[in-house]
């Protein structure tokens, strides 16, 4: 088994968001994943807030799902999965 980190993307799941520090806890687990990209919020100052309260670098704190696949998609080392966290009905959407 690799010992490099999977590379994880979040959808939902801010500060203050009960489902997403389950989550969150749930991928250091195993130690595993790398939090490294979010869409944290559909409120920007709450996803920017919660990106730094998580470490997560600014310029990967993004404002939608669809921003973040786009980005993402085009780094190098960009992400290999993502936890969606959204609230239920959301899901399919995302």
């Known amino acids: 088994m690799s010992s490099e980190k999977i590379r994880l ?3 939902g799941g801010g500060i203050g968001a009960f489902v997403g520090s389950i989550h969150r806890i749930a991928a250091r ?6 939090l490294l990209a979010g869409a944290l919020s559909s409120e920007p ?3 920017a ?4 309260e998580l470490g997560i670098d600014p310029r ?3 404002a939608s799902f ?3 696949a786009k980005k993402e998609g085009k780094l190098k080392h960009g992400i290999e ?5 959204t609230p239920n009905h959301l899901h399919c959407a995302v």
């Open 49 to 52: 807030d919660s990106a730094a």
């Open 60 to 62: 990967r704190s993004y």
């Open 66 to 68: 669809e921003e973040m």
């Open 81 to 85: 999965a993502v936890a969606i966290v």
């Open 29 to 34: 687990l195993d130690d595993r994943y790398e």
């Open 9 to 11: 993307g979040i959808v």
């Open 45 to 47: 100052k709450r996803a």
